[in-house]
């Protein structure tokens, strides 16, 4: 799979052909420097932008040939998503960032409001439910940010830089709930970082650079 970027009249080759397979249950780490690929990988992965060439298949599902309102519904349906800037609203308290999704979902307001009590309780919230995120600390607002991913129980949760603001306590307290979400439910997790101690809890750890993966290795 490749990846090529429009500048001006330029093409960039950003993922210059990558070829993985991701078992469901492993949790994944993608290392590597700054410019390696690993964000656009994980964006491709997760339906955001298309590969230029190539294919991408999650389960049956052959995502890279998806319509746009078809990736829409394959994403609520199968896929959470961590940022490392949370992305919350600042406007909604922590329940209702949580139940948003569900709210494109289609899903009553008792019901979803239910599921994000249920989510924010996995990751410790449950007494902050009705704060808001300038209210919460960093490593609390990144727990909202993944009880969001949960809140639609999905197969599979794509990470980006999860600890990446976050100090070295708050980076290790996110890593061991990420892992026993991954041993509890069998959730895959693919988990873009540059921080080698984050992929320390992964069972597979893959090193890219300059677009290419350069090696990888279980850690099982």
Not at 17 to 23: D, F, R, S, T
Not at 41 to 69: A, C, Q, R, W, Y
Not at 89 to 117: C, D, H, Q, W, Y
Request: hydrophobic share 40%; charged share 25%; proline share 4%.
């Amino acid at each position: 799979m490749r990846k090529d970027f429009k500048l001006g009249k330029n093409s960039i080759s950003i993922l210059k052909g990558i070829n993985l397979n991701i078992e469901q249950g492993e949790m994944v780490a993608l290392l590597g420097p700054s410019g390696s690929g690993k964000s656009t990988f994980l964006n491709v992965l997760g339906g955001l932008v298309p590969p230029t060439s190539g294919e991408v298949m999650i389960k049956d599902f052959h995502i890279s040939e998806m319509t746009e309102n078809e990736l829409c519904l394959f994403r609520r349906d199968h896929l959470g998503f961590i940022f490392q800037s949370y992305n919350l609203i600042s406007t909604m308290t922590a329940i209702e960032n949580v139940a948003l999704t569900l709210t494109f979902a289609g899903v009553p307001k008792a019901i979803r409001n239910e599921k994000a009590k249920e989510a924010l309780s996995i990751v410790g919230l449950l007494d902050r439910m009705e704060h808001k995120p300038n209210e919460l600390s960093g490593g609390e607002q990144q727990r909202v940010s993944i009880a969001r991913a949960l809140v639609n129980h999905p197969e599979i949760i794509l990470a980006d830089e999860p600890t990446g603001n976050l100090d070295s306590k708050n980076s290790t307290d996110i890593m061991e709930m990420i892992t026993q979400l991954n041993r509890k439910d069998n959730q895959t997790f693919v988990i873009v970082t540059h921080d080698p101690e984050a992929a320390k809890y992964c069972t597979k750890v893959i090193h890219m650079r300059d677009g290419l993966i350069e090696s990888w290795e279980d850690q099982q």
